[in-house]
């Protein structure tokens, strides 16, 4: 639906309107100055918003303009993912684009571009290149987002050592006293949930969000350590700017708009698979092994074998190896710059570990740390991708744990321009060895897994790693409707550990179960040492056996934020569902009902708490039943503090 309302080529407004007609978008040019607003049901969600450039060196682009053209369009289509939680994705909006010229010398023109989905709203700027302009230096973008300071926003600061990882924090819009990260999810006095992000990152800085002089809410760019914010050849045209918008906390979390705003792939990701790992790595967290050479080295030829047939035994296809190449020794943060990312260190060798794998049908995931030397990590960049590739290594994780990135001297935050076009560089090369990535320290998710399906997973909040006492219960209630609606996370899940006094655990065993649910990743870790799958919990390890990494339909069935979180999802190669819930420091019980069942019988396997289990101080209570159900029935589920349940349901024939 188009609504229009002409006054002159000077002033003007338009109504851009979502499919169904319940959202609107309305976009004015005022006194030659352009601005948005949006409202839902006749109600306001974002106020009159500014819009536009300061470019260095330049007058500002975003005043003294007029539409010179409009070109407006309907599109409805279905999209088949590769992989993922939902195979298909609907992508239907109305689209206007403006097309804009200033009204004076130099009479710079660019172009405006919305789109209305039933879901949200999302809009770019796009620069053509034009006699005397075809470069510009980004000094600041003025788009905002004006929202009632009275609502409710959940955050992450941004510009901090540890990049995203820090637990949320619940403000006020008009709190916010700082710049904070996005995903930013917010609820407003009427009533509305909506999150600001961002789709299709490339070759700009990462947008963060703060609220200006003016009390309103305005996009900062992640700066270069010069103080701009993108070095630009034009055509150049922005991320999509993304305000997803629902009624509730949990229909928030079915938004997959930042997939959709994303092109296609162009070339044959049909080699592509999710994976399910082990690994040599929660062994040097609790102090068993080291990531450095000596008596306890971790990343052995040994221990490597040993963890292939462990994966046999298993079920799991394939093995991380983490420590297994020069540069560990001494202080690796502060020595990154020394790693060698194709030389192994003297009791490893990665020829007779990739031929044993290959003869027992396992994949080894390789790891490279670059503690966010990126000079250092570039010049070994083809060397140690095809190092890998000869080796039959087709899965990497990389990461960059530094505080900030390292390049020819200066010191680069992870999420400016510099570090957006680092991580692209990566995935793209790559993708022309036929190797897949999980990138630990990552940029933010911004959907471009739709055009680069060889990018399984990411970090980007706090994972397991910070357990020990860093991590508190509702973390991982709020990462479904924060962190998560930016795509999967590699969350290290499956320690079964959970009295260990290095790094004891604050969630019972049944919610380790129920993270391979609630947080999604097309790479999923079962992040213990085997010995306590095997021999400690095989019963309960069955189920990350069995657990999927890609499903047809994901269905959020009911949660609040911070509170809990309850998701099923449906296998992709079966009729099986899964489902998976998490709670705070609080307990909580639930009658689940099961209508989304397809007619006919299913066998319920359920993994909850007992009625005694506490993370604190009763983590293993387990109940694990198994009962004959349908679409009728309800489940009696209790989730204990710090607890959670998964239920494998399997279509009886």
Same mark, same amino acid.
């Given at each position: 639906m188009f609504m229009f309302n002409w006054l002159s080529r000077n002033e003007a407004e338009r109504i851009i309107a979502s499919p169904n007609g319940y959202i609107e978008c309305r976009f004015s040019l005022k006194s030659g100055e352009i601005s948005y607003s949006v409202s839902k049901n006749m109600k306001t969600i974002i106020k009159p918003s500014r819009l536009g450039f300061d470019i260095c060196g330049e007058e500002p682009l975003g005043s003294n303009l007029k539409i010179i053209r409009e070109q407006k369009k309907r599109h409805a289509e279905t999209i088949e993912m590769p992989w993922g939680e939902d195979k298909y994705l609907k992508n239907n909006y109305n689209e206007t684009a403006f097309y804009l010229s200033e009204k004076k010398s130099p009479f710079r023109i660019f172009t405006f571009r919305i789109r209305v989905f039933d879901d949200g709203v999302a809009f770019r700027y796009e620069v053509p290149p034009q006699p005397k302009f075809s470069q510009i230096t980004i000094k600041d973008e003025k788009t905002e987002f004006n929202i009632d300071n009275n609502s409710n926003a959940w955050m992450i600061p941004a510009y901090q050592p540890d990049r995203y990882e820090y637990n949320y924090e619940k403000k006020a819009v008009g709190d916010i006293k700082q710049p904070v990260h996005t995903p930013l999810t917010i609820r407003t006095p009427n009533g509305f949930y909506l999150s600001i992000h961002e789709a299709a990152l490339y070759n700009y =800085?990462?947008?963060?969000?703060? %609220?200006?002089?003016?009390?309103?809410?305005?996009?900062d760019i992640t700066p270069l350590s010069d103080g701009t914010k993108a070095h630009l050849n034009l055509p150049f045209q922005t991320p999509w700017r993304l305000i997803m918008i629902a009624d509730s906390a949990i229909e928030l979390t079915t938004d997959?708009?930042?997939?959709v705003l994303n092109d296609p792939p162009t070339g044959d990701f049909s080699w592509v698979k999710t994976l399910k790992f082990i690994g040599i790595w929660w062994a040097?967290?609790?102090?068993?092994?080291?990531w450095a050479p000596g008596d306890r080295?971790?990343?052995?030829?040994?221990?490597?074998?040993?963890?292939?047939?462990?994966?046999?035994?298993?079920?799991?296809?394939?093995?991380?190896?983490?420590g297994w190449?020069? =540069?560990?020794?001494?202080?690796? %943060?502060?020595?990154g710059v020394n790693n060698k990312f194709s030389v192994s260190t003297p009791d490893f060798d990665l020829d007779e570990v990739a031929s044993y794998a290959r003869a027992k049908k396992i994949e080894i995931v390789g790891h490279h740390e670059t503690v966010g030397f990126i000079d250092n990590y570039e010049n070994q960049l083809e060397e140690a991708y095809n190092y890998y590739a000869s080796k039959g290594v087709h899965y990497i994780k990389t990461g960059y744990a530094g505080s900030k990135m390292m390049i020819n001297g200066r010191r680069e935050y992870h999420h400016s321009q510099l570090g957006v076009n680092h991580y692209q560089k990566t995935i793209e090369l790559a993708a022309k060895k036929h190797i897949c990535l999980d990138i630990h320290e990552p940029i933010k998710g911004t959907g471009i897994e739709r055009t680069w399906p060889n990018l399984l997973s990411r970090e980007g909040a706090r994972g397991q790693e910070y357990e020990g006492g860093a991590l508190v219960p509702s973390h991982a209630c709020f990462l479904p409707f924060t962190r998560l609606l930016s795509g999967g996370m590699d969350y290290t899940s499956g320690i079964f550990d959970l009295s260990n006094n290095v790094k004891r655990i604050s969630t019972t065993l049944?919610?380790?179960?129920?993270?391979?649910?609630?947080?999604?990743?097309?790479?999923?870790?079962?992040?213990?040492?085997?010995?306590?799958?095997?021999?400690?919990?095989?019963?309960?390890?069955?189920?990350?056996?069995?657990?999927?990494?890609?499903?047809?339909?994901?269905?959020p069935l009911a949660g609040e934020i911070g509170e809990y979180y309850v998701v099923a999802r449906k296998d992709v190669n079966s009729s099986d569902w899964y489902i998976g819930g998490v709670t705070n420091e609080h307990s909580k019980r639930i009658s689940l009902g099961l209508e989304f069942l397809d007619s006919g019988a299913y066998e319920a396997t359920i993994y909850m708490d007992s009625d005694e289990a506490h993370y604190r101080d009763n983590p293993f209570k387990i109940i694990i039943e198994n009962k004959r159900v349908g679409k009728d029935d309800f489940l009696d589920i209790n989730m204990a503090p710090g607890g959670g349940f998964a239920i494998q349901l399997q279509r009886l024939q």
């Open positions: =800085g990462s947008m963060t969000i703060v %609220l200006n002089q003016n009390r309103i809410l305005k996009s997959r708009l930042i997939y040097m967290y609790v102090g068993e092994w080291t080295h971790g990343a052995t030829t040994e221990h490597a074998k040993q963890y292939i047939d462990a994966a046999v035994r298993l079920g799991i296809s394939g093995v991380l190896i983490e190449n020069d =540069g560990w020794e001494g202080d690796w %943060l502060e020595n049944a919610r380790q179960l129920a993270y391979y649910i609630t947080i999604y990743s097309g790479m999923q870790m079962a992040a213990d040492r085997p010995q306590f799958y095997e021999e400690k919990f095989p019963e309960v390890f069955e189920f990350i056996r069995n657990v999927p990494t890609s499903f047809e339909k994901t269905l």
